[in-house]
């Protein structure tokens, strides 16, 4: 993982982060989940997910991520926000080289954005039905 280029700042993966993102492969019937989820069908896009939300979004993006870069491909995160029913729902947040887990990379950082964005969340005081 540290040579795959997941990770920009390869100082922060250390045994602990492998062992947790490799162990489950060890686990009985893991190749054949491993085979389905990357030989199976992408899954929905961006495009069709986003639409159907009614809550704020908050993204948090490495801007160093060489799998998935944040403003190219064919779902590019710079526009996310437009897929959104209000676009003001919608926050993106990169994290500057970071890689493809800015959580793993910078977690002060990202721990940080996610608070800052739960607290200027509105406060809801009444109960929902279910």
């Not at 893991?30 to 896009?45: D, I, M």
């Not at 495009?47 to 993204?59: M, N, R």
């Not at 948090?60 to 897929?83: E, K, L, N, S």
């Not at 676009?87 to 970071?98: G, H, I, K, Q, R």
């Amino acid at each position: 993982l540290k040579s795959q280029g997941v990770y920009r700042n390869a100082s922060r993966v250390d045994e602990e982060l492998l062992e947790t993102l490799l162990e489950p492969g060890n686990d009985e019937g893991a190749e054949t989940v491993f085979l389905k989820v990357f030989g199976g069908p992408p899954g929905p896009t961006p495009e069709s997910i986003l639409p159907k939300l009614e809550c704020p979004v908050l993204a948090i993006w490495g801007g160093a991520d060489p799998w998935t870069p944040v403003d190219a491909g064919m779902h590019p995160g710079t526009q996310f926000h437009r897929y959104m029913r209000d676009e003001d729902d919608f926050e993106l947040v990169v994290v500057p080289n970071a890689g493809h887990c800015p959580h793993d990379e910078a977690p002060e950082e990202v721990n940080a954005q996610m608070i800052r964005w739960m607290e200027s969340l509105p406060l809801v005081t009444e109960e929902v039905e279910r």
